[in-house]
T-cell receptor, first 112, second 111 residues
Framework: EDKVVQSPLSLVVHEGDTVTLNCSYEVTNFRSLLWYKQEKKAPTFLFMLTSSGIEKKSGRLSSILDKKELFSILNITATQTGDSAIYLCAVGTADSWGKLQFGAGTQVVVTP | DSGVTQTPKHLITATGQRVTLRCSPR?????VYWYQQSLDQGLQFLIQ???????AKGNILERFSAQQFPDLHSELNLSSLELGDSALYFC??????????FGPGTRLLVL
């Protein structure tokens, strides 16, 4: 059975700290791994990692994909209170593009 | 703003009733996906349509059905509603090989 496991489930940090979120997966016919940020409602797309793009960076956020060890990491540096959210990892397979299996998410709280 | 629109934002109804949720994908996206998010199940894939045809199915209940119209908008129909159907329903869209973008969601409350 396919599974996507995120850790930790939650964490509290101070503004300015660096946060590292983990996502491990066991799926058949892996195709892509996506990271989303969910605040009050809709998941907002952050990164997509595939065989042709295993490292992505945007401002203070960066992510890597290790296809050999079957995990991904999302890093947030110099955290701000606006980074407080649930971060979701999702994996897509060759079944169907967009049929994503989500992890349970990591809730990040950044305190002033 | 992802470019995916959904209506209504909120829906309150009674058990046994039927509701229709509506979604317009991002301009140019041929694929539409429906997801359900509940506290105990997390985000779960329900169904995908591509250019009007059903492409993939998840654990979608038989009481639920969807369709995609020629203008690419999609509707998710939920019937014989039960208390456990209360959840956030998201529509998402993508082009093949690109990221999946989520709409703002419809919060359904079944009383």
């Amino acid at each position: 059975e396919d599974k996507v496991v995120q850790s930790p489930l939650s964490l509290v940090v101070h503004e300015g700290d660096t946060v590292t979120l983990n996502c491990s997966y066991e799926v058949t016919n892996f195709r892509s791994l996506l990271w989303y940020k969910q605040e009050k409602k809709a998941p907002t797309f952050l990164f997509m990692l595939t065989s042709s793009g295993i490292e992505k960076k945007s401002g203070r956020l960066s992510s890597i994909l290790d296809k050999k060890e079957l995990f991904s990491i999302l890093n947030i540096t110099a955290t701000q209170t606006g980074d407080s959210a649930i971060y979701l990892c999702a994996v897509g397979t060759a079944d169907s593009w967009g049929k994503l299996q989500f992890g349970a998410g990591t809730q990040v709280v950044v305190t002033p | 703003d992802s470019g995916v629109t959904q209506t209504p934002k909120h829906l309150i109804t009674a058990t046994g009733q039927r509701v229709t949720l509506r979604c317009s994908p991002r301009s140019g996206d041929l694929s539409v996906y429906w997801y359900q998010q509940s506290l105990d199940q997390g985000l779960q894939f329900l169904i995908q349509y591509y250019n009007g045809e059903e492409r993939a199915k998840g654990n979608i209940l038989e009481r639920f059905s969807a369709q995609q119209f020629p203008d690419l908008h999609s509707e998710l129909n939920l019937s014989s509603l039960e208390l456990g159907d209360s959840a956030l329903y998201f529509c998402a869209s993508s082009a093949t090989g690109t990221a999946v973008y989520f709409g703002p969601g419809t919060r359904l409350l079944v009383l």
